[in-house]
C-alpha cells in the first residue's frame, strides 16, 4: 500500500530534549516535505527536499533541522525544543514537486514541549 | 493579510445542498491543491489544478490562474463531507516547492 508513515504520533517531551520525528514514503517520491499545524495559523512549511542532498527551507524553519540521506526518509530534527514548538506536524510527499502532482501526507505528529 | 484567502471559514449545510468554497490569492502561483481534513484526522489531497477543472465524484474542482482565484464544489452534499477543506499554492518561479496555504473552510453538513 503506498503511504506516509511518520512516528511517532504522539509524543510529551521537555524543553532542551532533542527529539527527532521520521517520515518514510514507500513510493520513491522525489519531493519531500514537513508542515506545522497550529490553531488559528493553519498549515505552515517547515522544510522541503527535492532529493537525496537537497534541501530547502519553508516559511518556519527556525529550530528546526531536516536531512535526506536516503530518498524514502526525510527526518525532522528538533535540536532543542521549546513549548512554541508543540504543535501537529505533517510530512508528505509528492512524485516530483509540489506543483505537478498529488501530495500524499503523513498520520500527523501531536507534540507537546512542556 | 494572508496570500491566500478562503471564503467562507465556516459552512453549515443540510444534506443534500450544493456548497462551495472558494480560494483567492494574491500571489504568482504556478498551481493549487484542495485537500480535506476530517476533524482529529489526517489530511487527504482531494485535486491538483493548474488549469480549468477536474471532477471526482460529487467533486467539481475549478481555477482561472489569471484571476487568481478557485472554487470547490460539493453537490448532493452529505454528512460524511463534515471536514475542513483546505487550498495550498505552490508558488510561481523559482519557489514552486514552497506551499502557502489557506486558514480553511469548516464546512458541516447536517442530516
Known amino acids: 500500500e503506498a503511504q506516509v508513515t511518520q512516528n511517532p504520533r504522539y509524543l510529551i517531551t521537555v524543553t532542551g530534549k532533542k527529539l527527532t520525528v521520521t517520515c518514510s514514503q514507500n513510493m520513491n517520491h522525489e519531493y519531500m516535505s514537513w508542515y506545522r499545524q497550529d490553531p488559528g495559523l493553519g498549515l505552515r512549511q517547515i522544510y522541503y527536499s527535492m532529493n537525496v542532498e537537497v534541501t530547502d527551507k519553508g516559511d518556519v524553519p527556525e529550530g528546526y533541522k531536516v536531512s535526506r540521506k536516503e530518498k524514502r526518509n526525510f527526518p525532522l530534527i528538533l535540536e532543542s525544543p521549546s513549548p512554541n514548538q508543540t504543535s501537529l506536524y505533517f510530512c508528505?510527499?509528492?512524485?516530483?514537486?509540489?506543483?505537478?502532482?498529488?501530495?500524499?501526507f503523513g498520520e500527523g505528529s501531536r507534540l507537546t514541549v512542556l | 493579510k494572508n496570500e491566500v484567502e478562503q471564503s467562507p471559514q465556516n459552512l453549515t449545510a443540510q444534506e443534500g445542498e450544493f456548497i462551495t468554497i472558494n480560494c483567492s490569492y494574491s500571489v504568482g502561483i504556478s498551481a493549487l491543491h484542495w485537500l480535506q481534513q476530517h476533524p482529529g484526522g489526517g489530511i487527504v489531497s482531494l485535486f491538483m489544478l493548474s488549469s480549468g477543472k477536474k471532477k471526482h465524484g460529487r467533486l467539481i474542482a475549478t481555477i482561472n490562474i489569471q484571476e487568481k482565484h478557485s472554487s470547490l464544489h460539493i453537490t448532493a452534499s452529505h454528512p460524511r463531507d463534515s471536514a475542513v477543506y483546505i487550498c495550498?499554492?505552490?508558488?510561481?518561479?523559482?519557489?514552486?516547492?514552497?506551499?502557502?496555504f489557506g486558514t480553511g473552510t469548516l464546512l458541516a453538513v447536517q442530516p
Open positions: 508528505a510527499s509528492s512524485l516530483f514537486s509540489a506543483n505537478t502532482g498529488e501530495l500524499f
Open positions: 495550498a499554492a505552490p508558488l510561481e518561479g523559482g519557489a514552486t516547492n514552497k506551499l502557502i
